[in-house]
T-cell receptor, first 113, second 112 residues
Framework: AQSVTQPDIHITVSEGASLELRCNYS??????LFWYVQSPGQGLQLLLKYFSGDTLVQGIKGFEAEFKRSQSSFNLRKPSVHWSDAAEYFCAVRGAAGNKLTFGGGTRVLVKP | DAGVTQSPTHLIKTRGQQVTLRCSPK?????VSWYQQALGQGPQFIFQYYEEEERQRGNFPDRFSGHQFPNYSSELNVNALLLGDSALYLC???????????FGEGSRLTVL
């Protein structure tokens, strides 16, 4: 069975500082990996995805993520955080066949001025 | 181009009642998936519809049922509501060929 763990429930970061959100997955074959962002009361917006190829993927809003197969990780990073990045971030995994996504529990990011 | 639209946005029901939530997929999409997101948790997969049939189902009881119409829109029905059914219900649409999901803003259900 596939699963996703996001070890950090909350992260507080100062505006302009760098941000890294951790994601570990469990999946028996080659995973398809995703990061979504959810603002309060909103649906989910796709930040980036990894299917294959270059293990460093670029997304929207200045985010990037690195796939490390040896560590079963897909960590999300941003070099300089803006106040508008305050939101909840979800990592998700699915297999090559089918569209079912398995989500982690999420990491809530608070941005200090 | 409208994205995924869901209705209603908020609703309140009492235990034992039944509820129907509606979803219109993004233009051109043929597959609809439903997720339940309890407060403070990640979304959990309920089921997926393609060609008007349920193709995949998550670990949810039979009280949760759905339907997809010829125009690809979908409904989620929940019978005999429990307090634990209170959640944000998210609809996502996709093309069967690509699998990339686009989410609506959800329907927030409160069961009293």
């Amino acid at each position: 069975a596939q699963s996703v763990t996001q070890p950090d429930i909350h992260i507080t970061v100062s505006e302009g500082a760098s941000l890294e959100l951790r994601c570990n997955y469990s999946y028996g074959a080659t995973p398809y990996l995703f990061w979504y962002v959810q603002s309060p009361g909103q649906g989910l917006q796709l930040l980036l995805k990894y299917f294959s190829g270059d293990t460093l993927v670029q997304g929207i809003k200045g985010f990037e993520a690195e796939f490390k197969r040896s560590q079963s990780s897909f960590n999300l990073r941003k070099p300089s955080v803006h106040w508008s990045d305050a939101a909840e971030y979800f990592c998700a995994v699915r297999g090559a066949a089918g569209n079912k996504l398995t989500f982690g529990g999420g990491t809530r990011v608070l941005v200090k001025p | 181009d409208a994205g995924v639209t869901q209705s209603p946005t908020h609703l309140i029901k009492t235990r034992g009642q039944q509820v129907t939530l509606r979803c219109s997929p993004k233009s051109g999409h043929d597959t609809v998936s439903w997720y339940q997101q309890a407060l403070g948790q990640g979304p959990q997969f309920i089921f997926q519809y393609y060609e008007e049939e349920e193709r995949q189902r998550g670990n949810f009881p039979d009280r949760f049922s759905g339907h997809q119409f010829p125009n690809y829109s979908s409904e989620l029905n929940v019978n005999a509501l429990l307090l634990g059914d209170s959640a944000l219900y998210l609809c996502a649409s996709s093309l069967a060929s690509t699998g990339e999901l686009f989410f609506g803003e959800g329907s927030r259900l409160t069961v009293l």
